[in-house]
């Protein structure tokens, strides 16, 4: 049977915590070892997580020391990596970077590396995330089909080790995808519906609000060498997602600015050149079809370069 190692980065999420906690371990197929890192959680996170570790084998708690505040993006690879850093990963066939605002549904694992153990070239993958707005009704994030989602990265560790591991910077649950495919890996969320779970959090409302995610993510398209005129077929789309016009606005500025202020972008050329390649096939022919070309599951006229 195939391996699974999680890594989760933790820093207060008592609200939340439990849920995750009890997905994953009521699931059939739970992890060979789960390494929690309480990142100098204040609030009641430390205690509840010596409470699941003390009744289950697999989970391991490891204290980071705190660095005084919630830090996303970069903070949380630093996290991760910490949590990596105390284990072989190597030793194990998949890792998962899962964070601890989630609730996953029943068999999540296993339906997923099943998918991944049917093709070998499937490098990382994800189900769908949703959250439920006030009148209980689930509400999609839009996660691409070329993407896994980031609070939920599923991974071959042969591909994490050929992407080099995840990017200490914003954006890098971008940046890992794209890598893995300019290797040759595949990655995908799939849209199966039972393989979707609910994100407790909405995106990007994890720090100072969902408007400073949303201008956070903007920078985040620009820092990654994103084509501009892709970035606005986006922010189209984005319209559709809560906070919906506001929300947009904010992507945008949050782009532009970095911008108009010349600010760096991630250091390799090649990379950005990969990635606008696939950003204007896109636009030429559709996420839908760009998506399937790249996966090999494209069924019209031959597949064109991405």
């Given at each position: 049977m195939a391996t699974l190692i999680i890594i989760s980065p933790c820093r207060n999420e008592a609200d939340y915590m439990r849920k995750t906690l009890d997905s994953v371990i009521n699931t059939p197929r739970q992890p060979d070892l789960?390494?929690?890192?309480?990142?100098?959680?204040?609030?009641?996170?430390?205690?509840?997580?010596?409470?699941?570790?003390?009744?289950?084998?697999?989970?391991?708690?490891?204290?980071?020391?705190?660095?005084?505040?919630?830090?996303?993006?970069?903070?949380?690879?630093?996290?991760?990596?910490?949590?990596?850093?105390?284990?072989?990963?190597?030793?194990?066939?998949?890792?998962?970077?899962?964070?601890?605002?989630?609730?996953?549904?029943?068999?999540?694992?296993?339906?997923?590396?099943?998918?991944?153990?049917?093709d070998p070239q499937?490098?990382?993958?994800?189900?769908?995330?949703?959250?439920?707005?006030?009148?209980?009704?689930w509400v999609s994030e839009g996660t691409g089909d070329d993407m896994s989602a980031g609070m939920t990265k599923l991974y071959r560790t042969a591909c994490y080790d050929d992407i080099g591991g995840f990017v200490r910077e914003v954006m890098w649950d971008g940046i890992d995808c794209h890598t893995a495919r300019m290797k040759g890996w595949k990655a995908f969320s799939f849209g199966d519906e039972e393989l979707r779970f609910e994100h407790l959090r909405p995106m990007g409302s994890s720090q100072k609000g969902i408007l400073t995610g949303r201008a956070r993510h903007g920078f985040g398209q620009y820092f990654m060498g994103s084509d501009p005129i892709y970035f606005l077929a986006t922010c189209v789309y984005r319209l559709n997602y809560p906070p919906y016009?506001?929300?947009?606005?904010?992507?945008?500025?949050?782009?532009?600015?970095?911008?108009?202020?010349?600010?760096?972008?991630?250091?390799?050329?090649?990379?950005?050149?990969?990635?606008?390649?696939?950003?204007?096939?896109?636009?030429?022919?559709?996420?839908?079809?760009?998506?399937?070309?790249?996966?090999?599951?494209?069924?019209?006229?031959?597949?064109?370069?991405?």
């Amino acid at each position: 049977m195939a391996t699974l190692i999680i890594i989760s980065p933790c820093r207060n999420e008592a609200d939340y915590m439990r849920k995750t906690l009890d997905s994953v371990i009521n699931t059939p197929r739970q992890p060979d070892l789960w390494v929690i890192v309480n990142d100098g959680s204040t609030d009641e996170s430390g205690t509840i997580l010596a409470e699941y570790a003390a009744k289950w084998d697999f989970i391991e708690v490891v204290d980071k020391p705190d660095r005084g505040q919630r830090s996303v993006g970069p903070g949380v690879i630093e996290t991760f990596n910490y949590g990596l850093d105390t284990v072989d990963y190597r030793d194990f066939d998949y890792l998962c970077k899962l964070d601890l605002d989630l609730t996953l549904p029943d068999g999540y694992f296993d339906r997923l590396i099943t998918k991944m153990e049917a093709d070998p070239q499937l490098g990382t993958c994800s189900g769908k995330a949703f959250f439920k707005n006030k009148r209980d009704q689930w509400v999609s994030e839009g996660t691409g089909d070329d993407m896994s989602a980031g609070m939920t990265k599923l991974y071959r560790t042969a591909c994490y080790d050929d992407i080099g591991g995840f990017v200490r910077e914003v954006m890098w649950d971008g940046i890992d995808c794209h890598t893995a495919r300019m290797k040759g890996w595949k990655a995908f969320s799939f849209g199966d519906e039972e393989l979707r779970f609910e994100h407790l959090r909405p995106m990007g409302s994890s720090q100072k609000g969902i408007l400073t995610g949303r201008a956070r993510h903007g920078f985040g398209q620009y820092f990654m060498g994103s084509d501009p005129i892709y970035f606005l077929a986006t922010c189209v789309y984005r319209l559709n997602y809560p906070p919906y016009f506001i929300g947009s606005l904010a992507t945008m500025f949050g782009f532009f600015r970095a911008a108009l202020q010349s600010q760096p972008q991630y250091d390799d050329l090649e990379f950005r050149k990969f990635l606008r390649r696939y950003q204007r096939r896109v636009l030429r022919v559709g996420k839908q079809r760009a998506c399937a070309e790249v996966l090999g599951t494209w069924k019209g006229e031959a597949a064109q370069p991405a």
